[in-house]
């Protein structure tokens, strides 16, 4: 059965900083590019960030670009998504997800993804 699990989510001050983790079982993430979306009530779900399966390549929403930055560790099987300069606009439930195709590079729509943590909330106040 496979499961990501999302943690180090919270409630930060503006202008402050979070890691989140995605952490899997049953799944060798090596092999899978790998996305972070969020979800703000009332809104559709967004993509943020992801990373192909090799890390060579990566990509942002223009809204957190120098902001954060996604990377991962294939020997823990971790993709983290580092949040500086936080806003509450970033305000949200964060979600990973791993495409559906290994050995893939970057996804931007949620049906490209096939397996979905069960997100962590951010919370970022003003």
């Known amino acids: 059965q496979v499961q990501l699990v999302e943690s180090g989510g919270g409630l930060v001050q503006a202008g402050g900083s979070l890691r989140l983790s995605c952490s899997a079982s049953g799944l060798t993430l090596s092999t899978y590019g790998m996305g972070w979306f969020r979800q703000a009530p009332g809104k559709e779900r967004e993509f943020v960030a992801a990373i192909s399966w090799s890390g060579v390549r990566t990509d942002y929403v223009d809204s957190v670009k120098g902001r954060f930055t996604i990377s991962r560790d294939n020997a823990k099987n971790t993709v983290s998504l580092q949040m500086n300069s936080l806003k509450p606009e970033d305000t949200a439930v964060y979600y990973c997800?791993?495409?559906?195709?290994?050995?893939?590079?970057?996804?931007?729509?949620?049906?490209?993804?096939?397996?979905w943590g069960q997100g962590t909330q951010v919370t970022v106040s003003s």
């Open positions: 997800a791993s495409t559906r195709t290994t050995y893939s590079s970057i996804y931007y729509a949620p049906d490209e993804y096939r397996y």
